[in-house]
Each structure stands twice: as structure tokens, then as C-alpha cells.
């Protein structure tokens, strides 16, 4: 019995589809669609980070670890800046504290409305299809998995537009690495200099140390590479707020995170920002991409 042009067609469109499972599961979870469930309490929220299980996904050729809605203190409080003049004054000896860390506050109520998504780890030498080889001769010799630096913040913001992506905020940032719970760092309140990536002599690979991971599931949001959001920079409001992207318009940009040359925990402490020129390259200075999320 001969077949019809339909039932042909049924039939190759039942094997690319089972093909394409085959695929899917051959390169494992991260190209699974996120189920109905984290969908769901991704876009309700969430009020405490233990109440979330990290969710990775590829998204435009990254991997990416999805953020839910909530709401965080964002900044340090005066009790948390106990934790930083402590490690600033061992830092610098018997000279105390060089450091200021009156940028950090005022402690402020902000609420993120929209779940998004977030780089797993800064972008690669080999995500971005270059190192700094080839612009700054002085660059200690990069490695593929090395995280892309000396890039400038537009550089950075051009790379993840490209990948339908884009600089996260100063908050989204924030959040994905301290969560509800407001921690110090992103593993806990207490450092832990083998969970964080400080006191190098270069760059190291991303991904290191997995202990080290945020409550989304985020690597090397402790040192690594400072990284650039994209805010510009300016003081705290003392209100609350709701989905904030920062100043109009500024001077500087922002970084977060600290960086491989730290060689004090104050550094890579969630709450710690840095001011910088948007047209600094240096080799302390990466970036990840954050995505929206589309439910």
C-alpha cells in the first residue's frame, strides 16, 4: 500500500522531532526547556534563597543560571561593615583602614519584579573569540578558558548585545549573588579564602571553584574579574525601589566583585562596588551577561 504525501510528511516530522530529543538529551539538561513549575515560581518569587534550586541553562551560546523575582536589602548594613573594617585593618596593619565603604550604603529595599537570566560565569577568552593578546602585548599570556579582560564597558555591553543579551544591572547583579538572605558573600556570611578567586599572579579559569557558587548557582561572583554592569555610577538612594537601573547618566561606570589581584576578603564581598572610567581596559576588568527571561 503506497503512502500518501501526508503520511510522509507526518512521518519525517515524527523522526526530526524524535532526533531533536535525541540531540537535546546527547548534550544534556542545559538545552531542556525550563519546566512549568520553575517557570511558575521564577515569575511568583521567591522570599529566602534555600527556597530555590538552581536552574542552568544555554541561552545564545552561554551558559546562564537562572534569577527569580524577590526582593533584597541592597547594600551593606552597619552590622555587615563590621565584617569589612575587620579585614580592611588586617589588610593595611598598623596604618588601619585606607578604605571607604560609605558607597555602599544606605542599606535599601529593592524589589526585582521580573525573574532574569545570568552568566554562570564571566565570559571566556574563547566565548569571545579573542584575548587580550591581541590588543595589550603586555597581558600575561590568556588562556581559552581564562575570563575575557581589558575590555572597556561598551566593548562589554557590544559582546552581549550580540548574544541577545546585555549588561546586567548593579542590582540584578547584587541579588543573583547574595539573594533574600543578604549575605556577605555568596556562599555565607563568614569568608572563606578557598571559595573565592584572590590573590593571583593572572587570571585563572572560570569555574574553579563550584563550593564558591551563589544560590542561583552563579561561579566567581567573589573575585575572578571585577565585572562591569550597566549603571553608571552614583550614590544609594535611601528609599525603596523597584527594578532600578541606576543614574540617568554619570561619569563612571560601575564593577562589581572584586577581581584575581585582591588580596583582601573587603574586596570580593557581594556588597563592595567599584567607580570606573567606561573607557578602562585593564586586566582586572571582565564582564558576564544577564538576559531576560521570558515566561
Same mark, same amino acid.
Given at each position: ?51 530555590? #534550586? ?10 546562564? @543560571? ?22 580592611? %585593618? ?11 565603604? #560609605?558607597? *555602599? ?10 525573574? =532574569? ?10 566565548? +569571545?573569540?579573542?584575548?587580550? &593578546?591581541?590588543? &595589550? ?32 544591572? *548593579?542590582?540584578?547583579? *547584587?541579588? @543573583? ?11 555565607? %556570611?563568614? +569568608? ?18 563550584? #563550593?564558591?557558587?551563589? /544560590? ?11 565585572? /562591569?554592569?550597566?549603571? /553608571? ?8 525601589? *523597584? ?17 584575581? =589581584? @585582591? ?10 562596588? #567599584?567607580?570606573?572610567?567606561? @573607557? ?16
Amino acid at each position: 500500500m503506497s503512502l500518501t504525501r501526508r503520511q510522509i510528511w507526518l512521518a519525517a516530522l515524527s523522526l526530526l522531532l524524535v532526533a531533536g530529543l535525541i540531540l537535546a538529551l546527547d548534550h544534556g539538561p542545559r538545552y531542556l526547556p525550563v519546566s512549568d513549575a520553575q517557570r511558575l515560581q521564577a515569575v511568583e518569587g521567591v522570599s529566602e534563597n534555600a527556597d530555590w #534550586e538552581p536552574v542552568i541553562r544555554k541561552q545564545g551560546g552561554l551558559d546562564m @543560571a537562572l534569577v527569580p523575582a524577590g526582593c533584597f536589602l541592597m547594600g551593606a548594613t552597619d552590622n555587615q561593615l563590621v565584617e569589612a573594617f575587620d579585614s580592611c %585593618n588586617t589588610y593595611y596593619g598598623a596604618f588601619g583602614c585606607q578604605q571607604s565603604f #560609605e558607597n *555602599e550604603q544606605p542599606a535599601h529595599r529593592v524589589c526585582l519584579t521580573r525573574p =532574569f537570566w545570568i552568566g554562570l560565569t564571566a565570559v571566556t577568552n574563547r566565548q +569571545y573569540g579573542s584575548s587580550s &593578546r591581541e590588543t &595589550r602585548m603586555s597581558s600575561p599570556s590568556p588562556e581559552p578558558s581564562w575570563p575575557r579582560e581589558t575590555v572597556t564597558w561598551q566593548q562589554a555591553a557590544d559582546y552581549c548585545l550580540q548574544r541577545g543579551a546585555r549588561l546586567p544591572t *548593579e542590582a540584578e547583579w *547584587e541579588f @543573583a549573588a547574595r539573594g533574600p538572605d543578604g549575605l556577605i558573600y555568596p556562599w555565607g %556570611n563568614a +569568608y572563606d579564602i578557598h571559595l573565592a578567586t584572590l590573590r593571583k599572579i593572572s587570571p585563572a579559569p572560570v569555574g574553579e571553584k563550584p #563550593e564558591g557558587a551563589s /544560590w542561583v548557582g552563579a561561579l566567581d561572583l567573589a573575585g575572578g574579574m571585577s565585572e /562591569w554592569v550597566s549603571d /553608571w555610577y552614583g550614590p544609594y538612594p535611601s528609599g525603596a525601589e *523597584e527594578d532600578p537601573g541606576g543614574p540617568p547618566s554619570g561619569e563612571f561606570r560601575v564593577a562589581r566583585g572584586g577581581n584575581w =589581584f @585582591a588580596h583582601a576578603a573587603f574586596f570580593v564581598r557581594t556588597t563592595f562596588r #567599584e567607580p570606573l572610567d567606561p @573607557a578602562y581596559a585593564t586586566t582586572t576588568v571582565g564582564f558576564r551577561c544577564a538576559r531576560d527571561f521570558l515566561p
